[in-house]
């Protein structure tokens, strides 16, 4: 349906016709196809007019898969299958933790939102109530290209890194509500998880301790030995991924480093890591 702008504002722009157009017939012409359609209409009683359509076919690239399977909606991509009830298949050979038992995302109490970026990524801080255990839950937008890009790095970072030197995933699920994944870690007497938009939640369980940038704000300063004794940790976990996974991390931050009570150290945030692809050639 065309709509004849100029002097009167568009939404009270007269109707001058209609016409239907074989969009197969492009793709017949090779991809690039120029008609001329004439236009009718039932209201308007002056000689139809005639448009002049430049049709062009551009193939886009689909890099997921979101349907419904048992009236569930179900992503796919990179070897994930993600439904409202969980993680269901791997790209790998993986054992998931998963949420406690009876404890859904919808139970945990949010109670602060850390971030809101990216655009598609908001991440926040649950709480279960009946025994005080914390989780980070992150929330990426599906049916946006970045945050399902750093979902999948999220999720392939935390499975090339051991579950002694990350804060490893528990769980995803996809809310159709907000198009989102939302992905859930375990962060001890605290946990996280990620992803909406169609989102997706993730979830990781970890043993408890509490992330470096929050033990910054409320203690200040650290003093240089427990400075290095975090980097020292740091390093191993990165000389790990950079020569045995070829991943780099890109987004190494305080508020992306777990400090248990033992003062041992676990990684995540793997929103931005990458392959290096050219150095395995």
């Known amino acids: 349906l065309l709509r004849k702008y100029g002097e009167v504002a568009k939404d009270q722009s007269p109707e001058i016709g209609t016409a239907f157009v074989d969009l197969a017939s492009v793709q017949k012409a090779g991809g690039s196809e120029v008609i001329n359609c004439k236009l009718s209409s039932e209201t308007s009683s002056k000689v139809s007019p005639e448009v002049h359509l430049d049709l062009r076919l551009i193939t886009k690239t689909v890099d997921f898969n979101f349907s419904y399977v048992g009236q569930k909606p179900t992503f796919k991509k990179s070897g994930y299958t993600i439904t409202p009830d969980g993680i269901t298949s791997f790209p790998l050979p993986y054992r998931k933790k998963g949420l406690p038992g009876g404890c859904t995302l919808k139970s945990l109490q949010i109670q602060e939102v850390i971030s809101e970026e990216p655009k598609g990524v908001v991440v926040y801080r649950a709480k279960k109530e009946d025994d005080g255990t914390w989780y980070t839950i992150k929330r990426f937008s599906i049916m946006h290209m970045d945050p399902r890009t750093m979902l999948i790095s999220e ?98 931050d305080a508020s992306n480093i777990l400090v248990l009570k033992q003062g041992e150290i676990r990684l995540g945030g793997f929103g931005y890591s990458a392959k290096n692809v050219g150095k395995a050639r």
């Open 155 to 252: 999720m392939n970072g935390l499975l090339d890194c051991p579950p002694q030197l990350s804060i490893p995933p528990l769980d995803a699920y996809v809310s159709l509500l907000c198009y989102s994944i939302a992905t859930c870690t375990e962060i001890g007497a605290k946990h996280t998880c990620a992803c909406c938009h169609s989102d997706v939640d993730r979830s990781v369980r970890s043993v408890q301790g509490r992330y470096l940038r929050t033990i910054v704000q409320k203690k200040g300063k650290m003093p240089e030995q427990n400075i290095s004794i975090v980097l020292r940790q740091l390093l191993q976990v990165l000389r790990y991924l950079h020569e045995n996974k070829l991943r780099v991390h890109n987004d190494i």
